[in-house]
């Protein structure tokens, strides 16, 4: 402690800068990490987080400094753990630190009013929690032995593969990453909410992950019920700017005893931490594809490493990085081998040959079949289509014209119900032409088939049925998924027709057939990862069906509409093996030396023109050759267009860097972007760490 405060101090502000910011320093106490102060910044005033305080033997700026105007708040909440995190995340996806920091924070903690103030929000926020801390406190010294000890409904008795999954848990101390490996329906959750009682009865935080927000609200009511009367919350980026930042306060502040998050959470402040669970960890969402490109499941692992607790990742179909840690050791596999409820089974896969059974409307004559005594057993039927809209594109059959984007390479996808042409890539919209622009025709038709549409076929030849379609444009409004689900869950929907948000995480009691079409394009895609992405899509959707006892002979059941039956990949999905998908799929990875047997990072570029894109990255790689070579393992690709090169006006272009050391890696990106951080060019550029898509 030194007794005057000190004279300059380095500040992170939210500017895409890889550096720090230094100001005087003349309020009264001294600086901490993470404190945040209002500076001057251009000719506005803005929020910045307190970094570091400067020797005040390192020799002065050549230049005049602003000073420092005020504190928001004394840095508590964010010191040490949370500093450690953040600072990984930043070397690690080589990203600046003041973007991250503050970014990651709700919106209210890192914006000024018009006032040049602090939103009202923040302070209402902030005391709210610190009632609740203060509520909390008298709870515990009463020493409530409720309080300490929750206890999970006896209708819950664990089978003996979930009390052996859950007593190597509980004996673990200090860090260990678990892969809980369980077919769909095994009752993963159960063992999650046994595990999370004992950590909440001892003291600790949990946080909790899963991959989309849609899930959030049935597992914060199913915590909530079996974890009373410990604070649950939830954040998610669709919430109320006061109602996340009130739970961020209680997370923060150390009131919530569980934390139910998307991905943003993992880089919520958690004081108490002490477990860690990332559901369906297998999932593309934990991949945030603006900004920081991070994945949360990763994050999620270092953050249980830096605090020494142990950290849970759940799936049916975990990733293969994943799998191939706990194949080596690494993670600690436990496996759940079957279905939890007495008499429930994993559906018979029946693969549909469209070549045989030629289909109309999208839907073969089995599958219409299979569907109609589904419904009239009284059971209900998933029907999985990947795509939205009505039609993925509108054409004219006398001339051949097609609706394309104006800002896009692409194609507009008919929204029939709207009457509109919409871009899924820029989101532009329009009304559905009259008549062909190009030569006045006005039958206008769809090609291929959406969610909309096989929802119209649907009502139409099996008119007594209630078709329920559940899809990102079904559930635009807020309180819409909810309300589509509870209307699945309760039996008022014979038939759903969905996109993979019906696939993931959900408990249908109901459902007896799965119906799965359109999945040949993903057999054959340039994606390395598309076949572990179908086969992941395929297994948790298949899983939404017979998760209860069958009664009268039912039996659950899949059918999977392909031209390519023989297809390796099939041959699992019929015998419900991940095991053998993926020790195929990890060989093919080995020997085409693709992660996770290697490393890589892409740099993209954006410009109004291709060609600039291409001679930044030529630039960029000639820039790198002499630091690759030196690293000797270094290899960067050459730059190429995007599949879809232009999308909003912008034409994009991308360049791989891969290693086999990830370290060389790493070591060689800090060397090369510092190199590129110099160069002035029109052209914007990023890079993105483990990239999902290529
Ligand atoms: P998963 O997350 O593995 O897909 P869930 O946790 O949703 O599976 O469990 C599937 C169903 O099994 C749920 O309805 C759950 O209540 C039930 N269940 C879980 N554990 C048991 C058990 N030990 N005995 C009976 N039913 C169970
Ligand atoms: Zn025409
Ligand atoms: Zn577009």
Redesign the pocket.
Known sequence: MTGCPPKRVRVLIAAPLPRVFTYEWCLGESPVFGQRVIVPWGNRLRVAMVHSVVDEFESPEEFELKSVQACLDDGVLLRGDWQQLIEFAADYYHYPLGLIALECLPKALRVLNAKGAEPVMVAKSREYALAARAKRDELTESNNPKVSKPVAPPE????SE?KSALETLAESKGFCCFLLY?????????VYLHAIAEKVAAGHQVLVLLPEINLTPAAQKLYEERLKPFKVVVLHSNLAELTRTKAWYLAALGVADVVIATRLGVLTPLPRLGFVVVDEEHDPSYKQQEGMKYNARDLAVVLAKQRNVPVVL?S?TPSLETWQKAELGQYKRLS?TT????G?SLPQVDLINTANFKPKEGLSEPVMQALKSTFEAGKQSIVFLNRRGYAPQMMCEACGWVAGCKHCSTHMVWHKREKALRCHHCGAGQRVPAHCPDCGNQDLTGFGRGTQRLEEVLALLMPDTRVLRIDADSTRNKGQVEALLEQAHSGEADVLVGTQMIAK?H?FANVELVVALNVDASLFSHSYKAPERLFAQLMQVA?RAG?RASEGGHHARMMVQTRYPDHPLFASLKAHDYPSFAAHELQGRLEARMPPFSYQAMIRADHKNLGNCLEFLKMAKNLGEDLAREEGVVFICDPVPLTIVRVAEVERAQMLVESESRPALHRFLNAWLLALWEVKTSTRWFVEIDPAEL
């Open positions: 819950f008795r664990l089978n979930q369980g077919v769909t329906g095994s009752g993963k959750t159960e759940g049916a759940l279905r939890a409820v007495t429930a995480g408990d899983g998760r």
